[in-house]
């Protein structure tokens, strides 16, 4: 790094490219998974929201007992289109101005979006709020996961990364709780407290982030290796001057110049470009990682489990057997929360492959198992047994995709490119998440495609896809350091992947071991 400090000498013991990490660190790695709850409640406040008497007089008139399906498309689906594009231009902020510092300004958006929709009385300013809310939303949401998994170890990063999927699913019990609370209510406290009860979460983490330190490879790829070490020190907690932060610093840096040897830095739009470079048919190119991520979103969306988070409460209420559909949307949230810790060990024990492979297969049986009984019959038996496969299902999902799509597209990345392929991979799971808004309503409403619990039949049919995917293109990355996960790409195929064992590291291959060191420094402030 010309005119930075003198580049650190690193270890070729492959057991030493990472610092051993104290309980306090941990913490600190957990603290960012925080971001999932406002992320969740946000999503999922509004399944109760429109179902509600009172909203729904307010924006239909005294005389309607439900949302048009357009309405009810726009106000779910208009948070997924600013989103989607808060995530693409989160990329480049983190790259510019740090990791940390955009998921603090990604809750000032936020928060400006939640005020608006706290003020609003009708349908133009709730959406115009939504709309704000989505670009925060979509900043935080793509920059936290690449941040968790920047900061977190090797050992815990899956079990870490999933916290935030869990994260989500507590925002989504605490949105359907609060909803169960005040749907009686005859005045503007029934959609207000909801919505204006997001601020607190994004206080919460703006405020915690101010504590936390900044990525280290931020830093590294800033060219900062002073304030690289001083970061990893914090987090490790470790003293700056250990070895251990020597040689996990020497470690992050020879991986960030041998990708930087293979596709030198170029501008602004060369930098974009080079997501989409190399073959599509090795597994190691920036183009088959930026399909991997940006394809694995979208299958994540094509599960269907936002269909039950966001038109639950009215899909029961067309069942026309449930007295309380407000109480089975908050029993299906439940199931979710329960769920998702499962993946806390699992991740690192079982792996993210074979989770993926598992969990489309039983998403799969439970869904055709549901949409084969609503066909059948609507007697109140039957449907109580669809209820019970749809949390079945939904136990699939949030054990196994939920987290493991997140976690995944955190670890596939090298470090050049690793913002903007967050960003992007981030960006698909918006996009399908807002078409899968927009759509459902039409397919599922009896104004319309009047399909109820036949929907499911597509959801299976997707999850039948998602199967397959997950066989031949999702690599096993357990255990690995992300410049490991970088070797192991070139090396393997997704098929072949879990039986790599790291062999050597990088600071070894390019020179900057501790006899090696004092050379290359020279040749670096020449």
């Known amino acids: 790094m010309p005119g930075g400090p003198a580049v650190p000498h690193g270890s070729a013991d492959i057991s030493r490219v990472e610092a051993p990490v104290t309980m306090k660190a941990y913490l600190m790695c957990a603290f960012a998974a925080f971001g999932g709850i406002f992320f969740g409640y946000d999503s999922g406040y509004i399944n109760g929201v429109t179902g509600m008497d009172y909203f729904i007089h307010l924006i239909e008139g005294p005389d309607a007992t439900a949302l048009t399906s357009s309405h009810k498309s726009l106000i ?9 594009f808060g995530a693409l231009m989160a990329g480049d902020l983190a790259d510019w101005t740090g990791r940390r510092t955009t998921i603090i300004g990604g809750c000032v958006v936020f928060l400006i979006g939640v005020i608006l929709q706290t003020a609003s009385a009708g349908l133009g300013l709730l959406v115009a709020g939504r709309l704000i809310a989505g670009f925060g939303v979509g900043a935080v949401s793509a920059i936290l996961i690449l941040y968790m998994s920047e900061i977190a170890p090797r050992k815990v990063r899956g079990a870490l990364v999933s916290g935030y999927q869990f994260c989500v699913t507590v925002g989504l019990l605490l949105a359907s709780a609060i909803d169960y609370a005040t749907q009686d209510r005859v005045d503007t406290g029934s959609y207000r407290i909801p919505i204006a009860i997001q601020m607190l979460w994004a206080l919460i983490l703006a405020t915690g982030l101010l504590m936390l330190p900044e990525s280290p490879r931020y830093f590294v790829k800033k060219g900062q290796a002073d304030k690289a070490a001083l970061n990893l020190a914090r987090l ?26 293979v596709a030198p830095a170029t501008g602004y739009w060369g930098s974009w470009l080079t997501c989409f470079t190399g073959s599509i048919w090795k597994s190691s190119s920036n183009l088959r990682r930026t399909i991997l991520g940006t394809s694995l979103q979208m299958m994540q969306q094509w599960t269907g489990v936002n269909f039950v988070f966001y038109f639950g409460t009215t899909f029961f209420k067309q069942l026309g057997t449930i007295q309380n559909p407000f109480l089975i949307s908050l029993i299906t949230t439940l199931v979710n929360v329960c769920s998702t810790p499962i993946s806390f060990w699992s991740m ?23 949409a084969i009984i609503g066909t059948v019959t609507s007697a109140e038996g039957p449907t109580k047994a669809m209820i019970a496969f749809i949390c079945i299902y939904i136990f699939f999902f949030a054990s196994t995709w939920g987290p493991g799509a997140w976690v995944v597209i955190g670890e596939i990345y090298p470090l050049p490119m690793r913002a903007r392929g967050v960003a992007l991979s981030t960006a698909s799971n918006w996009l399908w998440n807002c078409i899968i808004a927009v759509i459902t309503p039409y397919m599922v409403d009896t104004d319309k495609g009047n399909l109820g619990a036949k929907v499911f039949y597509i959801w299976g049919g997707l999850c039948t896809i998602c199967f397959f995917y997950a066989y031949f293109l999702i690599p096993e990355v357990k255990g690995l350091t992300l410049e ?24 070894a291959d390019m020179g900057f071991t501790e006899d090696k060191s004092l050379e290359h420094a020279h040749k670096e402030e020449v």
């Open 76 to 84: 779910t689906s208009i948070l997924s289109a600013g989103t989607f």
């Open 236 to 261: 490790r907690g470790q003293p700056v001057e250990s070895d251990y932060i020597r040689d996990e610093l020497a470690e992050i840096i020879a991986n960030h110049e041998y990708e930087l040897s």
């Open 348 to 370: 690192e024990r079982v792996g993210r492959r074979p989770l993926l492979i598992w969990g489309a297969l039983g998403m799969v049986v439970c869904q055709f198992i549901v």
């Open 484 to 507: 490991q996960v970088d070797r192991m790409l070139e090396e393997t195929t997704p098929r072949t992947s879990a039986k790599w064992v790291p062999h050597s590291t990088y600071a």
